[in-house]
């Protein structure tokens, strides 16, 4: 048994999503706006390699394959249900030669060891940022697994200022019970932090009137910026 099935967090992850995966990709739509921004922007090189963390039912990584067919893929998840699921579609999509998964906890492993790989050049957070109760170390080792010139993507959740009250408390209590806690205005202080301290470029930016955001962290092509 992985570190990660001894878990509590992962045991919760497959109690949550043990019968929701199969109908995951049909409901999330109507509320996980930017994910299509987020691969959109992507933009990896020829022969890049593309890491998600979070991968769930690998929606995000067969549309990233599909539109660059000469990156290599590469999914971690913290729950064995999503990746049963995510397995079956990628196999299904015949991008099972492209795309390699791996049941690994986003907060307690570096994300290149699962793979033996060096560093990504883009790695990708859709919604899954504000599902991971530890999220800071999250955030931090996917910074490590950047390879020089690479970039981190996250769309989540945002404040939700700009949007009527009762929609963002009703929708915040239908998301806990998913076990998702939005915090956007950690995120964004906890991404320029790390920024200066990498000495990395961020660019934060909401949009839906504060319905999600978008947030990349890049990290300089040369060493010893």
Not at 77 to 102: H, K, P, Q, W
Not at 139 to 167: E, M
Not at 193 to 209: K, M, S, T, Y
Request: charged content about 25%.
């Amino acid at each position: 048994m992985t570190a990660a099935a001894r878990t509590p967090h992962r045991q919760l992850m497959d109690r949550t999503y043990r019968y929701q995966r199969h109908i995951y990709n049909a409901t999330r739509k109507y509320y996980l706006f930017g994910r299509d921004r987020l691969i959109a922007e992507l933009d990896p090189p020829v022969n890049g390699r593309v890491l998600e963390i979070g991968c769930g039912t690998g929606r995000n990584l067969i549309e990233i394959a599909r539109r660059h067919p000469t990156t290599r893929l590469y999914g971690i998840d913290i729950s064995t249900e999503m990746l049963a699921t995510a397995r079956a579609a990628i196999g299904r999509a015949g991008l099972a030669e492209r795309i390699t998964l791996a049941e690994a906890d986003a907060a307690a492993t570096d994300p290149r060891f699962p793979f033996r790989l060096d560093g990504f050049d883009r790695i990708a957070f859709s919604y899954t940022l504000s599902m991971i109760p530890d999220w800071r170390s999250a955030l931090t080792r996917a910074a490590n697994g950047l390879a020089l010139g690479g970039r981190l993507h996250i769309v989540d959740f945002g404040a939700q200022r700009d949007l009527p009250a009762v929609f963002r408390r009703l929708l915040f209590a239908w998301l806990s019970l998913f076990h998702v806690a939005p915090r956007a205005g950690e995120f964004a202080a906890a991404l320029r932090a790390l920024a200066e301290v990498r000495g990395c470029d961020v660019d934060i930016r909401a949009f839906g009137r504060g319905y999600a955001f978008l947030a990349t962290l890049s990290r300089p092509a040369t060493a010893g910026r």
